[in-house]
Antibody, heavy 122, light 106 residues
Framework: QVQLQESGPGLVKPSQTLSLTCTVSAGSISSSDYYWSWVRQPPGKGLEWIGHIYYSGSTYYNPSLKSRLSISRDTSKNQLSLEMSSVTAADTAMYYC??????????????WGQGTLVTVSS | SYELTQPPSVSVSPGQTARITCSGDNLGNKYASWYQQKPGQSPVVVIYQDSKRPSGIPERFSGSNSGDTAILTISGTQAMDEADYFCQAWDSHSVVFGGGTKLTVL
């Protein structure tokens, strides 16, 4: 079963760029079985899809965040990365890496990492 | 953009049936999934493709989706089912989540 582990700074200053990495194990990030995704959850609030990358390298982003986002992958390290620019306090959240299975008309998250808490504060 | 609406909270007595709704425009034309999240834990999928249960998810969890509403049903609710539940839909390579429902087992 695929396992995911997020890593990155727990504190980011306002206006700076948030950078996170997700290491995938027991599975290949080059697999066509999954979209490799980022989801966040502000403290005490709901889930928000950030975006994902497919094995082909195609990326799909939440329209409300798209202008500040970049999701990439490193197949040699079996990792995916998230960069979010110009962060504000509103970007404070638990950030999850997840594997999404997509088939005809459906897409759902099968596995999730444990999450990493990112706080935006000076 | 597409939106999914859930009630903020649902209460149920142990052993009774809990129903959590998720509403969206013509949601029945898409597939809905449901996630359970307990405090301090990552979400876990309990229903996908409207009504399918992943391995390891108890049979008391079931789902349906028709018209504008998807429903997660928990039969014989147990104390361990107290959690937040989120619905999710897939729409043209994009993901939409509902706002979440806190299920309280009284």
């Amino acid at each position: 079963q695929v396992q995911l582990q997020e890593s990155g700074p727990g504190l980011v200053k306002p206006s700076q760029t948030l950078s996170l990495t997700c290491t995938v194990s027991a599975g290949s990030i080059s697999s066509s079985d999954y979209y490799w995704s980022w989801v966040r959850q502000p403290p005490g609030k709901g889930l928000e899809w950030i975006g994902h990358i497919y094995y082909s390298g195609s990326t799909y982003y939440n329209p409300s965040l798209k202008s500040r986002l970049s999701i990439s992958r490193d197949t040699s390290k079996n990792q995916l990365s998230l960069e979010m620019s110009s962060v504000t306090a509103a970007d404070t959240a638990m950030y999850y890496c997840a594997s999404l299975i997509a088939a005809t008309g459906t897409g759902y998250f099968l596995q999730w990492g444990q999450g990493t808490l990112v706080t935006v504060s000076s | 953009s597409y939106e999914l609406t859930q009630p903020p909270s649902v209460s149920v007595s142990p052993g009774q049936t809990a129903r959590i709704t998720c509403s969206g425009d013509n949601l029945g034309n898409k597939y809905a999934s449901w996630y359970q999240q307990k405090p301090g834990q990552s979400p876990v999928v309990v229903i996908y493709q409207d009504s399918k249960r992943p391995s390891g998810i108890p049979e008391r969890f079931s789902g349906s989706n028709s018209g504008d509403t998807a429903i997660l049903t928990i039969s014989g609710t147990q104390a361990m089912d107290e959690a937040d539940y989120f619905c999710q839909a897939w729409d043209s390579h994009s993901v939409v989540f509902g706002g979440g429902t806190k299920l309280t087992v009284l």
